[in-house]
């Protein structure tokens, strides 16, 4: 018997996706061909950054969203890591200020000036030092100013506050490498796939485990909350290699609600998911196709509705955020697809299809806004507070108030849970020998310049005591 859809009754039944003109694309962008699995684009309602191949370190550019069209070669980068750049994140407050993570265990954190670049930037506004291997993930919190999340390849969370610019709190649970993180709506709980096989729900704070899953015939690789359903959705591969998902409880591990394969193909599959329409999209790295299904709280749970076809494959994808979108054509997301072939972005909107021109309600429910809803030591505190909401009736025109503001920092070390992240670590591979022997040979240049500066301080205060000496005054 042939496998058929079954589709119901939904507002979203005739979702469609329209890719945008070539004129409203970004074209001849050096796409990075890294194969760490991870978007290497993000987007918010001003900027679209994208991670470029480089030919020494890491780098990113970062464009104008009505700077449309062809890129020059010479386009001003974001370079200041001396390894590849591994995940960009934009910061959901303030919409000039973005989060990179790269090779060289580094965490550091941008402010892009009005208007974009206009030359290379390689000063950091704050570098975050605390991992002792390279950094593959980093997540903001949704609900708190100033609170980030970074995974390394030493298996360790890192919670910063950027108010102080340190790390607050580890989480070291983790028996390999940390393959995905996500938040459910206030932040209060963090669910994270990992290498061994398991699906963890960890309270943040204090870093316990709540519940803890050994994924065995579904082998996770991502997984998203799915908005105030106390529901967790994973991508993964069966014992038989063929790609699928499953539903799962947040409050019980023990068995997924529901598992259902997809299709045969390699590449990764990345759910994203619209709590405001409990929309579920699922595309597949390599794939040119984009499915989607709308989540429900009773059985079936999960109910196809359509697939986006296009014959290019994507590399990975940004979203951009509501308050971002266009209203007026009845966008309910916006896809950035990165197709490295043709050093190509192309804006892809999921549109509902309705007569009317007029403001639709009923698609566009009050959304997560840009003020957060907590401060750091309020959070850290133990005080959880939903997003606040705000209204697309009249369009995203107001700009955030929020400024970013980098302490002052002296070096020193880190110390997290009795742990000083910063000791020495012997290297794994050759790639950290060298970027370890490079760090040492820039810290030797230094240290040699200062012992000159203070040979030359030396001999002018031996001056100044022989002139003293040979005074008139002293005969």
């Not at 070539?22 to 990075?32: L, S, V």
């Not at 001003?46 to 890129?71: D, H, K, M, N, Y």
């Not at 959304?367 to 909401?389: F, K, Q, S, Y």
């Not at 009795?418 to 760090?439: A, H, K, Q, S, W």
């Amino acid at each position: 018997m042939s496998w058929r859809p079954q589709y119901r009754s939904s507002k979203f039944r005739n979702v469609y996706g329209k890719v945008a003109n070539r004129e409203h694309c970004f074209d001849g962008i050096p796409i990075t061909k890294n194969v760490h699995d991870n978007h290497f684009c993000a987007v918010n309602a001003r900027f679209l950054a994208i991670v470029t191949e480089s030919a020494g370190g890491g780098s990113f550019l970062v464009i104008p969203l009505e700077q449309t069209g062809r890129i020059e070669p010479n386009y001003p980068k974001v370079c200041g890591h001396q390894g590849n750049v591994l995940d960009i994140k934009w910061n959901p407050f303030i919409d000039n200020i973005i989060a990179s993570c790269s090779e060289d265990t580094s965490v550091r954190i941008w402010e892009i000036p009005e208007g974009g670049l206009k030359r290379n930037m390689t000063e950091a506004l704050l570098e975050l030092h605390g991992h002792s291997r390279r950094v593959g993930l980093v997540e903001w919190h949704p609900t708190t100013n100033n609170i980030l999340f970074s995974a390394g390849y030493d298996y360790k969370v890192l919670i910063w506050n950027l108010d102080v610019g340190e790390p607050v709190k580890m989480i070291d649970c983790h028996s390999d490498v940390i393959l995905c993180m996500s938040f459910n709506t206030d932040g209060s709980l963090l669910t994270t796939t990992c290498k061994d096989k398991k699906l963890r729900v960890i309270e943040p704070r204090s870093g316990r485990v709540l519940q803890e899953a050994n994924c065995k015939n579904h082998r996770v690789n991502r997984v998203v909350f799915l908005g105030n359903m106390k529901r967790l959705l994973t991508t993964g591969v069966s014992r038989w290699n063929t790609r699928q998902i499953a539903l799962w409880d947040q409050e019980d591990l023990s068995m997924p609600l529901i598992e259902e394969e997809i299709d045969g193909l390699s590449g990764l599959l990345f759910p994203f998911y619209d709590a405001d329409t409990h929309m579920l999209y699922l595309a597949g790295k390599g794939d040119g196709n984009i499915r989607y299904y709308e989540i429900n709280t009773e059985k079936p749970f999960l109910s196809y509705l359509m697939e986006f076809r296009s014959p290019a494959p994507q590399k990975g994808l940004g979203v951009m955020p509501k308050h971002g979108l266009d209203v007026s054509a009845c966008e309910v997301f916006r896809f950035y697809k990165l197709v490295t072939l043709k050093g190509l972005i192309e804006p892809i909107s999921m549109i509902v299809p309705r007569r009317s021109d007029s403001y639709q309600e009923d698609i566009y429910p009050m959304t997560p806004g840009t003020e957060p809803a907590l401060t750091p030591d309020e959070w850290l505190g133990g005080i959880n507070r939903d997003p606040v909401l705000m209204s697309l009736k009249e369009g995203y025109k107001k700009s955030s108030k929020m400024v970013f503001k980098a302490p002052i920092k002296e070096k020193k070390s880190v110390v997290v849970n009795g742990i000083d992240l910063l000791e020495n670590v012997p290297p794994r591979t050759e790639n950290e020998l060298l970027r370890m022997f490079f760090r040492q040979q820039d810290e030797i240049r230094r240290l040699k310049e200062e012992l000159a500066q203070k040979d030359i301080r030396i001999r002018q205060l031996q001056l100044e005591l022989k002139n003293l000496r040979n005074s008139p005054k002293n005969c």
